[in-house]
């Protein structure tokens, strides 16, 4: 009695759950096309994951270039899924004293466990 209770109570939290994420499951794959490589700008650049990914790129740079660039800011950026995760970050860096703008470009895969520099270029 009070065991299928308890399972009832357990499948009546439960169902709605796991056709909340089918739908989304099944929405995400009807407008694949929309949403799985659609740019989606984000919303807090100063998130400390977005942050760590604007430092990761200047310190790419920095072993790839053997430059001395100092990371700033991440002022904007966007996402995209693409089987792991686009990033495209505008960021502030500051080398000897001068602040500039970069556009950066980093690749995710994080069950992979890679995280790359696909692209680092100054805007003057
Ligand atoms: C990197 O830069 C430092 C100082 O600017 C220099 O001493 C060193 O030789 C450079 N290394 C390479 C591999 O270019
Ligand atoms: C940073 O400044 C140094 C010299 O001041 C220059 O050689 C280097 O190319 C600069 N790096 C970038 C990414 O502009
Ligand atoms: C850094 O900037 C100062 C002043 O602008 C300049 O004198 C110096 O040569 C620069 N250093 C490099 C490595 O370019």
Same mark, same amino acid.
Request: aromatic share 8%; hydrophobic share 45%.
């Given at each position: 009695?009070?065991?299928?209770?308890?399972?009832?109570?357990?499948?009546?939290?439960?169902? $709605?759950?796991?056709?909340?994420?089918?739908?989304?499951?099944?929405?995400?794959?009807?407008?694949?096309?929309?949403?799985?490589?659609?740019?989606?700008?984000?919303?807090? $650049?100063?998130? $400390?994951?977005?942050?760590?990914?604007?430092?990761?790129?200047?310190?790419?740079?920095?072993?790839?270039?053997?430059?001395?660039?100092?990371?700033?800011?991440?002022?904007?950026?966007?996402?995209?899924?693409?089987?792991?995760?686009?990033?495209?970050?505008?960021?502030?860096?500051?080398?000897?004293?001068?602040?500039?703008?970069?556009?950066?470009?980093?690749?995710?895969? $994080?069950?992979?466990?890679?995280?790359?520099?696909?692209?680092?270029?100054?805007?003057?």
């Amino acid at each position: 009695m009070a065991y299928s209770h308890h399972v009832s109570k357990y499948v009546m939290i439960i169902l $709605p759950l796991l056709s909340g994420v089918l739908l989304v499951g099944i929405s995400f794959a009807e407008n694949g096309q929309k949403t799985v490589g659609n740019w989606l700008e984000i919303a807090s $650049p100063d998130d $400390p994951v977005v942050i760590e990914v604007g430092k990761f790129a200047v310190e790419e740079h920095n072993k790839e270039a053997n430059d001395t660039l100092k990371f700033v800011d991440v002022t904007k950026g966007d996402t995209q899924i693409v089987g792991g995760m686009n990033w495209r970050l505008a960021i502030e860096i500051e080398n000897n004293s001068s602040i500039k703008n970069c556009q950066v470009f980093v690749y995710d895969q $994080p069950w992979e466990n890679v995280r790359k520099l696909v692209s680092f270029k100054i805007i003057e």
